[in-house]
């Protein structure tokens, strides 16, 4: 008798239950795997939740570098506002169209000076002895740059911006490195550094669009370009050594 007939002959309920099972695996095996070896409830999650890393804790050092670049953050941004404050009435009165630019650079850099007033008073940082000159010298400059004329005053926004810019870059890779030197440990930077990192780099980017914008308004056209461009940067580059320390 050929194998297939034994399930046709066979009279009792009991022999179809022992053979049908074969013939439903040979039928569908994916099926009966699946519900075979499907051990865990649909309803239970299997995933595991990570433990928090433990946070990063800044040494004296780092501490006082964080004090020093708040607090040369916040003079130049005191400096940069005073610079547009006093350029933009002679700059707009020859080129009314500039009126929109010249206070869209200075809402921002008010916005700057805003963020780091208050995270001077947050961190108890102290501020730069030297409030009084940085303020007189800004204003000298702003207003001299501006008398001649737009050229003259987008060369300053130029030389201006190229420091402060890579001063902001400095303080990012900075703190880069640490968040870097966290990681190898197995840890994190905690919340506030992550958010004055991000502010770093959304400021440093606005500086340097400050810097194109110059650029795009013909500040290379100033005359003497060289020397005024190279006596500002010097300029910015002594004001942020002495407020480091002042």
């Not at 070896?37 to 239970?44: C, I, L």
């Not at 050092?61 to 006093?86: C, H, M, P």
Request: aromatic share 6%; glycine share 4%; charged share 25%.
């Amino acid at each position: 008798m050929k194998p297939f007939m034994a399930l046709r002959r066979c009279p009792s309920l009991s022999c179809h239950r022992a053979v049908a099972p074969l013939l439903l695996d040979f039928l569908a095996p994916s099926a009966l795997r699946h519900r075979q070896y499907h051990a865990t409830p649909s309803y239970q999650s299997t995933e595991t939740v990570e433990a928090p890393k433990p946070k990063y804790v800044l040494n004296k050092k780092q501490r006082e570098f964080l004090d020093s670049a708040l607090r040369v953050n916040q003079a130049g941004e005191l400096a940069a506002t005073l610079i547009y404050t006093a350029q933009t009435p002679q700059v707009v009165r020859s080129h009314p169209h500039l009126r929109p630019l010249m206070k869209h650079m200075y809402d921002q850099e008010q916005g700057h000076l805003t963020t780091f007033n208050q995270l001077i008073a947050k961190h108890l940082v102290r501020p730069t002895a030297m409030y009084p000159v940085w303020e007189a010298a800004a204003t000298f400059l702003g207003w001299s740059t501006g008398a001649m004329g737009r050229e003259a005053a987008m060369a300053c926004t130029e030389a201006v911006e190229t420091e402060i810019g890579s001063h902001y870059n400095e303080q990012v890779r900075e703190i880069l490195l640490w968040e870097a030197e966290a990681q190898n440990r197995g840890e994190e930077l905690d919340d506030e550094l992550k958010d004055m990192l991000a502010t770093l780099r959304r400021i440093r980017d606005e500086e340097l669009e400050h810097l194109d914008h110059a650029v795009e308004n013909d500040s290379k056209e100033a005359q003497p370009y060289d020397p005024l461009v190279d006596v500002i940067r010097l300029g910015c580059r002594t004001a942020i050594k002495i407020s480091e320390r002042v």
